[in-house]
């Protein structure tokens, strides 16, 4: 279906980019997206998204609002702390852009919902903030077939990534498998924008994977360092045997 005289009007500067056009609007509203994580990284992948008019978003996140969140998850007023976050962000991506469908999901991405939840999706974005759910989000869109953007800050470093898309390297072919002496959750400290520099990055990429334009960052693992004000390519080499489906224990 074309896009309405208000679609038009809205994403007019979507529409005036060389190599974009109406088209690849149209596949933009289609689209449906998987948003795992509705926190630091969450929150502005989350705003974009919306805003560039992504059809459907689905979010997951089991937690509540905190007061500590607010230094960095800029989807959240003070008002809104104590609540579910996955609640509050469809509140304010709906006011954004009343075009977008939003599910909220209050619960946890985990084996009893992964299937389900990847395979009713076109991307997944991994906005997670600890390993279990990182490797769980790459064997499940490696089992269904879906392609997923990968997004982690630390401190002042933060990475990002495009894996399991078409035929590219998979998480596990740069991270086999988890560190030993991983912490649980990744409540470390942060600077605040990092992010968002990230968060943003992540729904570049989203956009560009359903929108069939560009080029994706797979294969390659962007380093952002805040302190030094530079960013590094790592060459991501895919490995068969780490491309293969595991099971879901």
């Known amino acids: 279906m074309s896009l309405t005289p208000q679609e038009r009007e809205r994403y007019a500067r979507h529409l005036a980019l060389p190599g974009f056009g109406e088209r690849a609007q149209e596949r933009l509203r289609a689209g ?10 969450g929150s502005p992948a989350l705003l974009y998204l919306a805003a560039a ?17 607010l230094q960095r998850q800029v989807l959240y007023a003070s008002a809104e702390v104590g609540e579910p ?19 909220p999901r209050v619960e946890r991405f985990d084996r009893s919902n992964a299937l389900a939840l990847v395979g009713d999706c076109d991307v997944v974005l991994d906005c997670s903030d600890n390993f279990a759910t990182r490797y769980l989000v790459n ?12 997004g982690s800050v630390q401190g002042f470093t933060g990475q990002m990534s495009v894996f399991n898309w078409c035929g590219g390297p998979t998480y596990r ?10 912490p649980a959750r990744g409540d470390g400290a942060v600077l605040g924008v990092l992010p968002g520099l990230i968060g943003t990055a992540q ?29 590094r390519t790592v060459r991501i080499a895919a490995d068969p045997q780490r491309q293969a489906p595991r099971a879901l224990d």
Request: aromatic share 4%.
């Open 32 to 41: 449906r997206v998987l948003v795992i994580g509705a926190g630091g990284l």
């Open 53 to 69: 008019g992504v059809g459907r978003i689905t979010i997951v996140d089991a937690d509540c609002v905190a007061l500590s969140n």
């Open 85 to 103: 976050k996955a609640e509050a962000a469809a509140r304010r991506l709906r006011a954004l852009n009343g075009c977008v469908e939003v599910v």
């Open 139 to 150: 064997d499940v869109c490696v089992q269904a077939g879906r392609p997923f953007v990968h």
């Open 173 to 182: 072919c740069l991270y086999p498998e988890p560190p030993e002496s991983a």
């Open 203 to 231: 729904a570049a990429e989203a956009v560009k994977l359903l929108a069939g334009i560009g080029e994706p960052a797979s294969g390659r693992l962007l380093l952002w360092d805040a302190w030094t004000t530079s960013v």
